[in-house]
């Protein structure tokens, strides 16, 4: 009996192996979902030649209106409706449409992103009120909610052809999106580390979540300007330090300060322009 089992045990064995082996072969990559995706809108040929992008029927809400009786009141949050975003992707243009409710005060207002002798110029236009001429950082929403520059570099067709272009070989997980299972993974796009919602069922990107970095890094980078300027304060009141401290202080202080300036001011002006 000896010898008949295991054989048979070895074989057994032998066989799971190479179903284990090619389940492993077989399973999905982020790659290979982004273009299923692609195929359920309509293959990356037709994806690449669409010129304009509208998404209707949003809704959200928006704080940071500055409508409160007193400075240190709660804020209540406005109700936006009937969002329509239009995006112009070949001439890097967007608008948006929306009413905006909070109480008994509300708008219907339009915000355009639109280009003038190739700099981005942001048009207001509000019932009642002239057409307003803004840089882009001005407009009424977009300021704080999205801005013309998320539009137009996360939008869903672009994210799912940068997934599909992308090699992978990452095995996507399994997460929970709006209430239900997705296939996560996470593809690069324009420098960012961007994570994705394949629905399993229609093979659409029903999702997609990004890092500002730029943000991150502005406060890491203005954390260690503070630190590195206090640093260089106090060992000004020492005695008897190394000729080269002081020095070595006083870089790494303009280094902080140059990748705060980076971050923040040069990103300010390369968005909305320099003007007066």
């Not at 280009?115 to 840089?135: C, D, F, M, Q």
């Not at 996560?184 to 919602?197: K, W």
Request: charged share 15%.
């Amino acid at each position: 009996m000896t010898k008949r089992w295991l054989p048979a045990a070895a074989g057994l064995m032998a066989i799971t192996s190479v179903i284990g082996l090619a389940s492993c072969a077989s399973a999905p990559t982020t790659q290979g979902l982004a273009k299923d995706a692609a195929t359920a809108m309509g293959g990356l040929d037709r994806l690449r030649g669409v010129q304009t992008v509208t998404m209707k029927g949003g809704t959200g809400t928006r704080l940071r209106l500055g409508q409160m009786v007193h400075a240190t009141d709660a804020e209540m949050p406005a109700s936006l409706t009937n969002v329509v975003e239009t995006l112009d992707l070949p001439n890097g243009r967007a608008a948006l449409d929306y009413e905006i409710k909070m109480g008994d005060f509300g708008q219907h207002r339009q915000e355009v992103l639109t280009k003038k002798n190739g700099k981005p110029v942001g048009l207001e236009n509000v019932a009642g009120r002239p057409l307003a001429v803004t840089s882009p950082s001005g407009l009424f929403s977009w300021g704080t909610q999205n801005s013309p520059e998320f539009l137009l570099r996360r939008n869903v067709l672009g994210i799912v052809m940068a997934a599909a272009d992308t090699p992978s070989t990452e095995m996507p997980q399994t997460r929970d999106f709006a209430g239900t299972p997705h296939a996560f993974g996470t593809t690069r796009l324009a420098g960012e580390t961007i994570g994705l919602y394949f629905n399993p069922q229609t093979k659409l990107l029903d999702g997609f979540e990004a890092t500002d970095t730029r943000v991150l890094f502005h406060s890491l980078f203005g954390c260690f300007f503070y630190g590195a300027f206090v640093t260089k304060m106090l060992l000004l009141t020492r005695k008897g330090l190394p000729a080269w401290v002081i020095p070595i202080a006083g870089g790494l202080v303009f280094f902080g300060l140059v990748f705060v300036w980076l971050t923040s001011a040069l990103w300010f002006f390369q968005t909305s322009g320099v003007t007066f």
